[in-house]
């Protein structure tokens, strides 16, 4: 059975500090990568997908993120972080071919101005 | 292109009974995916449906069934509804072309008293 990993519950930054949330996942073959943003009250939003290819992968407001086969890890970077990216962070996989999401236990990130 | 739609948005109901809610995907996209959001369990993958077809399914008991019509519009159901059935339940649509990645409705908020 496929799992995720996101060993950080909580991150606490001032503005401007920089960003990595870490995620890992366990699964037997060939997967899709994905994370995802919660801002309050708003639906999970698509950050940014790995499929193949270039491992290091950009998306959207400034966010990229770096799949690491042989560590089995995907994590999110952020170089300057911004009040108005305090939010919730889910990190999720799927298996080529199948496709639904195996999602993390999230990563609330609160941004202090 | 307007996005998911989830209706009800919120949902108050006591024990025993039962529940239908509703999703209308992305126009174009015939892959419907149902997932629970609890603050315990995290969010998990209850089932996909694909051109009126179960095609993939959750470890859920059998209260909870879907279906999806010649529209690509979804239901899903719970039956005889316990107080930990108390949820965010989240629909997703995708396109069968290019990425593939989910789309997320804003979610019926279901509570169970």
């Known amino acids: 059975a496929q799992s995720v990993s996101q060993h950080n519950h909580h991150v606490i930054l001032s503005e401007a500090a920089s960003l990595e949330l870490g995620c890992n996942y366990s699964?037997?073959?060939?997967?899709?990568l994905f994370w995802y943003v919660q801002y309050p009250g708003q639906h999970l939003q698509l950050l940014l997908k790995y499929f193949s290819g270039d491992p290091l992968v950009k998306g959207i407001k400034g966010f990229e993120a770096e799949f690491i086969k042989s560590k089995f890890s995907f994590n999110l970077r952020k170089p300057s972080v911004q009040w108005s990216d305090t939010a919730e962070y889910f990190c999720?996989?799927?298996?080529?071919?199948?496709?639904?999401?195996?999602f993390g236990s999230g990563t609330r990130l609160q941004v202090q101005p | 292109k307007a996005g998911v739609t989830q209706t009800p948005r919120y949902l108050i109901k006591t024990r025993g009974q039962q529940v239908t809610l509703s999703c209308s995907p992305i126009s174009g996209h015939r892959s419907v995916s149902w997932y629970q959001q609890t603050p315990g369990q995290g969010l998990q993958f209850l089932f996909e449906?694909?051109?009126?077809?179960?095609?993939n399914k959750g470890n859920f008991p059998g209260r909870f069934s879907g279906r999806q019509f010649s529209n690509s519009r979804s239901e899903m159901n719970v039956s005889t509804l316990e107080l930990g059935d108390s949820a965010l339940y989240l629909c997703?649509?995708?396109?069968?072309?290019?990425?593939?990645?989910?789309?997320f409705g804003p979610g019926t908020r279901l509570t169970v008293l």
């Open positions: 699964y037997g073959g060939t997967v899709n």
């Open positions: 449906y694909f051109s009126e077809t179960q095609r």
């Open positions: 999720a996989v799927s298996g080529t071919g199948r496709r639904a999401l195996t």
């Open positions: 997703a649509s995708r396109s069968d072309r290019g990425a593939g990645e989910q789309f």
